[in-house]
């Protein structure tokens, strides 16, 4: 069975500066895909950033940039340059036979 | 381009009574999904419809929870009877057939039970 665990409740970081959220993942698949989404206060989800399981390169997106470890079975998001914007949920997920997993997620609160 | 629409935003019934989502996705998406999010956690699928056929349902609680998609295109999710622990939120979301990494959500349906 896949588990995605983010062991982050809530993160305070400064505007304009960068933040790390963590993510790890437990499977014995060899072909997998990991994904981070944004939920604002308003529920809807928000696809953020994809890394596949045999992608060598780490995944960008703008201000988002996701730091693959395979070896370590991990996954974190770094959003750079944060904005009040950000404050949000943050769930890291992964795929396998076409379905998600998602993990508890983890509250950025931005200050000004 | 529309996105996926879900209706009601917000829902309070008591226990034992019955409720109904309704999800309409993106047009031309093959692949929906309902979503179960209770506070403070992530979603849990419920159930993956590919067209107008059930994908995987293994978490959907079938006593209570039906759900269907007739015409291939909005699904509704029924719960009947409701119980205190079903209140969450409901996400639909679509995506293209199987595509995961452009899978839309819609914002989803506030369900709370007294």
């Known amino acids: 069975a896949q588990k995605i665990t983010q062991t982050q409740p809530g993160m305070f970081v400064q505007e304009k500066e960068a933040v790390t959220l963590d993510c790890t993942y437990d499977?014995?698949?060899?072909?997998?895909?990991l994904f981070w989404y944004k939920q604002p206060s308003s529920g809807e989800m928000i696809f953020l950033i994809y890394?596949?399981?045999?992608?060598?390169q780490n995944a960008t997106e703008g201000r988002y940039s996701l730091n693959f470890q395979k070896a370590r079975k991990s996954a974190n998001l770094v959003i750079s340059a944060s904005q009040l914007g950000d404050s949000a949920m943050y769930f890291c997920?992964?795929?396998?036979?076409?379905?998600?997993?998602f993990g508890a997620g983890t509250t950025v609160t931005v200050r000004a | 381009e529309a996105g996926v629409a879900q209706s009601p935003r917000y829902k309070i019934i008591e226990k034992r009574q019955s409720v109904a989502f309704w999800c309409n996705p993106i047009?031309?998406?093959?692949?929906l999904y309902w979503y179960q999010q209770i506070l403070g956690q992530g979603p849990k699928l419920l159930i993956q419809?590919?067209?107008?056929?059930?994908?995987?349902d293994s978490q959907l609680p079938k006593d209570r929870f039906s759900a269907e998609r007739l015409k291939g295109v909005d699904s509704t999710l029924k719960i009947q009877p409701a119980k205190l622990e079903d209140s969450a939120v409901y996400l639909c979301?679509?995506?293209?057939?199987?595509?995961?990494?452009?899978?839309?959500f819609g914002p989803g349906t506030r369900l709370t039970v007294t």
């Open positions: 047009s031309g998406h093959a692949t």
């Open positions: 979301a679509s995506s293209e057939q199987g595509a995961l990494n452009e899978q839309y």
């Open positions: 997920a992964m795929s396998f036979d076409y379905k998600l997993s």
């Open positions: 890394q596949g399981s045999y992608d060598e």
């Open positions: 419809f590919q067209n107008n056929g059930v994908v995987d």
């Open positions: 499977t014995s698949d060899q072909s997998y895909g």
